[in-house]
């Protein structure tokens, strides 16, 4: 039972180039969140998904797109990417707006 | 939004030794979480906890929601459990949107 896989794992982009962050869940969770970790600080919520076919901003959406492909995949796509997007991004799923979160091992990002 | 506090920001400990991490929340939450993270990034969901008390081995954890709190409890800490430990909260009316405190970093040494 594989839980959230996150793709790729390291990855070192230049200003302005895009990407697409993969994640995928084993668990037949209905909700998928995108954080970003930063250093010193807590995590921040970017988007979520509370089912299939449904997606919200969080606290800092500006700079990214998401698209809930089906139940299992939640992608994260960075269209031109910036310095201030270096980052850890992490991906997780619940069961449900009020279950316990399962996060992925993240992705480190490096915009230059 | 929801204002969440984690005391204290850093903390030392021998091995064996016991510690208390605390949580403060600004407003009502239906969502909180406890969550390790290890030296190498990984997150750990180590409680699902809006209210009450539970424990799992030589942690345990317990939200007094009426007082706006959450304390984890680590027993007899052993040099695995270093890291950075986060609160998470959600709110009524905010759906899955947890706000993350800036956590507790935690070092045990022999």
């Known amino acids: 039972n594989a839980g959230v896989t996150q793709t790729p794992k390291f990855q070192v982009l230049k200003t302005g180039q895009s990407m697409t962050l993969q994640c995928a869940q084993d668990m037949n969770h209905n909700s998928m969140y995108w954080y970003r970790q930063d250093p010193g600080m807590g995590l921040r919520l970017i988007y979520y998904s509370a089912s299939e076919g449904t997606t919200d901003k969080g606290e800092v959406p500006n700079g990214y797109n998401v698209s809930r492909l089906n139940k299992r995949e939640f992608s994260l796509r960075l269209e031109s990417a910036a310095p201030s997007q270096t980052s850890v991004y992490f991906c997780?799923?619940?069961?449900?707006?009020?279950?316990?979160?399962?996060f992925g091992s993240g992705t480190r990002l490096t915009v230059v | 939004g929801i204002q969440v506090e984690q005391s204290p920001p850093d903390l030392i400990l021998q091995e064996g030794a016991n510690s208390t991490l605390r949580c403060n929340f600004s407003d009502s939450v239906n969502n909180l979480q406890w969550f390790h993270q290890n030296p190498w990034g990984q997150l750990i969901n180590l409680f699902y906890?809006?209210?009450g008390t539970k424990q799992n081995g030589r942690l345990s954890a317990t939200t007094v929601a009426t007082e706006r709190y959450s304390l984890l409890y680590i027993s007899s800490s052993q040099t695995t459990d270093s890291g950075v430990y986060f609160c998470?909260?959600?709110?009524?009316?905010?759906?899955?949107?947890?706000?993350f405190g800036t956590g507790t970093r935690l070092q045990v040494t022999l």
């Open positions: 997780a799923s619940s069961e449900s707006f009020t279950g316990g979160y399962t």
């Open positions: 998470a909260v959600g709110s009524p009316g905010t759906a899955s949107k947890l706000t």
């Open positions: 906890i809006p209210s």
